[in-house]
């Protein structure tokens, strides 16, 4: 399979060279970063809201150890796989996963709660990263790979409040671009930026809020577009900053599976775990046939299209070349 994204660009970028683009790229990556630090939301949440709420959050039996899927998310997939890519044979990359559901990106703004009734506060993406910048886990942090996600949850809980959808899109983006300077300043030199999801997409929208959906497709529209204009603002001399268009690769896959009788990309297959949801729990007999695993959140094999999506990009932008063919099937 081969994916692509709007954003293939890395700013004030110093591999674009002969190593860089030599006959064994792989090697060329490889000397450039071996480790992920992920902030972010539930879509990358390894189990941080789930210890935070004593695990009570999410609830459901279903859910594969305090994620909010059925499965590992894309950031411990992208991990996984830039490890066996790097050093074939080997584990996964390090990853230190600092992502909670229900993050907003700035809590000033819009503060980010999670719970089955969205009580319990949680640390914002900027929150996330002033907690690594003062912990002893930065040591490698010129070695590392920032993967700075969020702007879903605000769109959220802030769409239908005094701020226009366009306006909000481009003060979170700006947010984000604003953690990874901080990030640049104390030594940070590798930038994921993922974006939003596909949020006019999931089952909650077109279950129960399909009048939010031109505001989210505003919102989305206005979030990419701040971040393509902005993107030198991420960073500074020396920094690649790859911009991973998140919401194309999952309407990617979304559109590919729909061709897929035995698939489907509608429906969440766990139901009645929300408030507001219809009141009998279901789990459908075929997670891996869904795109959606929740009415919120993506399947483990959704998360691990993303992530694949995610590595070819950040292959791609650095080396010049195209992710190897074993990685692309």
Known sequence: ??????????????????????ANPVSALRSHFGSVVAF??????????YRLTNRTWP?????????FSNGKTWVENL?????????????????????????TVNNSRIQGLTGYNSTVPVPSVLGQVRTYLKSSSKGSISRSLFVISGGSN??????????????LARLTAADLLTASRRLYKAGARYFLIPGVAALQSIPYV????????????????????????????AGGKGATVVLFDQRTALTSFINKKKQRPDWNVEDACLKGVYPGEAPVRSLCSD????????????????????ARA?????????TGKALPLSFTR
Do not use: Q
């Open 206 to 233: 077109n279950d129960y809020g399909e009048a939010y959906e031109p505001s989210l497709d505003s919102y989305g529209d206005a979030f990419y577009d701040y971040l393509k204009a902005h993107v030198d603002d």
């Open 154 to 167: 605000d769109a959220f809980f802030g769409l239908g409040g005094p701020i226009a959808p366009e306006e």
């Open 310 to 318: 995610a590595l070819e990009t950040i292959f791609t932008t650095i």
């Open 287 to 306: 997670p891996d046939k869904h795109v959606f695993f929740d009415i919120y959140h993506p399947s483990r094999v959704t998360h691990k299209y993303i």
């Open 40 to 49: 972010g939301d539930s879509l990358s949440d390894n189990g941080n809201v």
């Open 59 to 67: 609830a459901d039996k279903a859910y594969y150890k305090g994620r």
């Open 79 to 103: 991990a996984k796989d830039i490890g066996v890519l790097l050093h074939p044979g080997g584990g996964p990359a390090d990853l230190l996963d600092l992502a909670y559901g229900g993050a």
């Open 1 to 22: 399979m081969h994916f692509t994204s709007l954003f293939l660009r890395a700013a004030a970028v110093a591999f674009f060279s002969a190593t860089s683009t030599s």
